[in-house]
């Protein structure tokens, strides 16, 4: 059985940063998409940035493009949100997830295993 266990939320002041983990167990993951999405209160889970377990394919939401990198570390089964330059619309839960297929996507319905999120909290 897949297990994903995010790591790395807390509180941090607008303009930092911070890095998140997701920790991934129970298969090969070789041929499929990691995704990270994240939810605010009352608002739908909205995607953020996807990578391929193997290859160079990424892609990012508009709302991230240019301050969060996702990046992996397949010999750990470990894939990172590093987050720079947070504003506090970026305050929510994160949530990583493996897709289904090799195909990354912005919809969560193409992701089967979820992990129990981790809260991040961005401060004015």
């Known amino acids: 059985q897949v297990q994903l266990v995010e790591s790395g939320g807390g509180l941090v002041q607008a303009g930092g940063s911070l890095r998140l983990s997701c920790a991934a167990s129970?298969?090969?993951?070789?041929?499929?998409?990691v995704g990270w999405f994240r939810q605010a209160p009352g608002k739908e889970r909205d995607f953020v940035v996807g990578?391929?377990?193997?290859?160079?394919?990424?892609y990012y939401s508009d709302s991230t493009k240019g301050r969060f990198t996702i990046s992996r570390d397949n010999a750990n089964n470990t894939v990172y949100l590093h987050m720079n330059s947070l504003k506090p619309e970026d305050t929510a839960v994160y949530y990583c997830?493996?897709?289904?297929?090799?195909?990354?996507?912005?919809?969560?319905?193409?992701?089967?295993?979820w992990g129990q999120g981790t809260q991040v909290t961005v401060l004015s």
């Open positions: 997830a493996l897709g289904s297929s090799v195909v990354i996507s912005r919809d969560p319905l193409r992701y089967d295993s």
């Open positions: 129970g298969r090969t993951f070789s041929n499929y998409a």
């Open positions: 990578i391929r377990w193997s290859g160079p394919n990424t």
